[in-house]
């Protein structure tokens, strides 16, 4: 009997696949989830800062969610990410 593996998910800017653990989950609901608990379609991102700001970028993320952004939910969601204007 196989042992269960654990998941693996590649991020939607570098495209590294590396174990779901570690990558940071986005996911759009009524808001913005980041790495909380949330069902459905969501998107994975590396940690490394360049991924997180590539993010809101060329539109990947609309692409992964299958869902078009208004700026203001990228800027939003860059916020949260930590990777928004300062």
Same mark, same amino acid.
């Given at each position: 009997?196989?042992?269960?593996?654990? $998941?693996?998910?590649?991020?939607? =800017?570098?495209?590294?696949? #590396?174990? *779901?653990?570690? &990558?940071? !989950?986005?996911?759009?609901?009524?808001?913005?989830?980041?790495?909380?608990?949330?069902?459905?379609?969501?998107?994975?991102?590396?940690?490394? $800062?360049?991924?997180?700001?590539? =993010?809101?970028?060329?539109? #990947?993320? *609309?692409?992964? &969610?299958? !869902?078009?952004?208004?700026?203001?939910?990228?800027?939003?969601?860059?916020?949260?990410?930590?990777?928004?204007?300062?």
């Amino acid at each position: 009997m196989r042992s269960q593996s654990e $998941p693996v998910r590649t991020c939607i =800017v570098c495209r590294a696949r #590396r174990p *779901a653990a570690g &990558l940071t !989950r986005v996911k759009f609901e009524v808001g913005w989830v980041v790495d909380g608990p949330a069902k459905g379609r969501g998107a994975y991102c590396c940690p490394a $800062p360049a991924c997180l700001e590539g =993010v809101t970028k060329k539109g #990947r993320l *609309a692409r992964a &969610l299958k !869902r078009n952004f208004s700026d203001a939910e990228l800027a939003t969601l860059a916020e949260a990410l930590g990777s928004g204007p300062e």
